[in-house]
């Protein structure tokens, strides 16, 4: 039996695999999830619709990477959301033949590659679409209401039609969290397993958490992410906040923000952590699939107010670990805040929950369930 189990090993290593993005066109959870399974399949290309080099990290230069006939579309960088429609057949035209696994990292419409039979198609599923399927984007709170009531209704019914015959051909599903998978199970009808996506908590270990009097979010400055509602209960509250991240409601959020509300821009490594560790808690009030960051802020130490649905069901013990609000209320949270002790929270119980997500578990768990579906 054991020379079974290391010559299993040695042929996993030896694997034909490919890996396949949405796009990489900014730089967030999702990619993050990219460089953990690229590392441990450093040799597998990188298959995706689009790449630019200007807005991904420097490491990718590095990687192979293959992109669609997409990134010879005139204007893609700033018009890409625009394009939609041409991702089933950017994916669809990919050949794969030469492989025996293929890793998807896909939000949208990466799992919509085609595989030969003999291939073994694993579907790493951040999220079922959000757009599609009735959830809250950073796209579709910008649009007007001729767009988005009459051009994209049409486009958007064959997109789903076109998503759940792509999630036919799947081998494997697997879900980055319970939520994700609630979803796959709802919309597609399929089983999968449950993954958590890896958390870098190793390099928050040094991390020492001294109480500032601050509260910090980090996220993108979209209206989605519900910052408006951190921002008014902190100014109703005169709590201090830190705003970390960029985006299109970048104006919008400064307009309403108060005296007490600083915004730092996106933040490099280091500074993230030092203001991390820092804070009273961390603040996250929208429904998110997973909340990589949510995790992070466990790992420096820090507990977590977030909205109770979505991923911060399975990151924040109630209690323990954080609070948990019932809805994405101004009110609610600002009564929080007014009354919230960093110190009813033990920093070792956050940091013990937050290395259940670490890389190395991540790590062993996908290698595990890539050789249980492989024949050797």
């Not at 290593?13 to 959870?29: F, M």
């Not at 199970?185 to 390099?203: G, L, Q, W």
């Not at 429904?287 to 924040?316: N, R, T």
Request: proline share 4%; charged share 25%.
């Amino acid at each position: 039996m054991e020379q079974n189990l290391n010559l299993q090993v040695r042929d996993h290593h030896k694997l034909r695999i490919a890996l396949v993005h949405d796009y990489l066109q900014w730089h967030g959870g999702a990619e993050k999830v990219l460089e953990a399974l690229h590392e441990i399949w450093p040799k597998a290309p990188v298959y995706t619709s689009v790449y630019n080099e200007e807005t991904m990290p420097e490491k990718y230069k590095s990687w192979d990477i293959r992109t669609s006939f997409m990134q010879k579309l005139p204007g893609w960088a700033k018009f890409l959301k625009h394009y939609s429609f041409l991702y089933p057949l950017a994916f669809e035209q990919f050949d794969f033949s030469e492989y025996e696994v293929v890793i998807s990292s896909s939000a949208g419409f990466a799992k919509g590659i085609i595989t030969k039979p003999e291939t073994v198609h694993i579907a790493y599923t951040h999220t079922p679409p959000r757009f599609q399927w009735g959830y809250e984007t950073e796209t579709r709170s910008k649009l007007n209401k001729f767009y988005s009531n009459i051009i994209l209704p049409p486009i958007d019914n064959y997109l789903r039609m076109w998503d759940q015959c792509a999630a036919k051909r799947v081998d494997h599903f697997v879900a980055n969290s319970k939520e994700v998978q609630r979803r796959i199970k709802k919309f597609y009808r399929r089983d999968s397993i449950i993954i958590n996506p890896p958390v870098e908590v190793a390099r928050f270990s040094e991390c020492k958490s001294e109480n500032k009097d601050y509260f910090v979010t980090v996220s993108r400055l979209e209206r989605y992410k519900k910052l408006d509602v951190i921002i008014k209960a902190c100014n109703e509250s005169g709590v201090k906040l830190k705003v970390i991240g960029e985006g299109s409601d970048s104006e919008y959020l400064k307009e309403i923000a108060g005296p007490t509300i600083e915004f730092t821009g996106r933040l490099n490594d280091v500074d993230m952590m030092e203001a991390l560790c820092g804070a009273n808690a961390f603040v996250f009030m929208a429904e998110e699939d997973f909340g990589i960051v949510m995790v992070e802020a466990l790992a420096a130490g820090v507990p977590v107010i977030a909205y109770g649905k979505g991923g911060a069901l399975e990151i924040v013990d109630d209690g323990k670990t954080g609070l948990l609000l019932k809805n994405q209320s101004v009110k609610e949270l600002s009564a929080i805040l007014k009354t919230f002790n960093k110190e009813d929270y033990e920093q070792s119980v956050c940091r013990e929950m937050a290395e259940k997500y670490s890389t190395a578990n991540f790590a062993d768990k996908i290698r595990a369930f890539v050789d249980t579906k492989v024949q050797h």
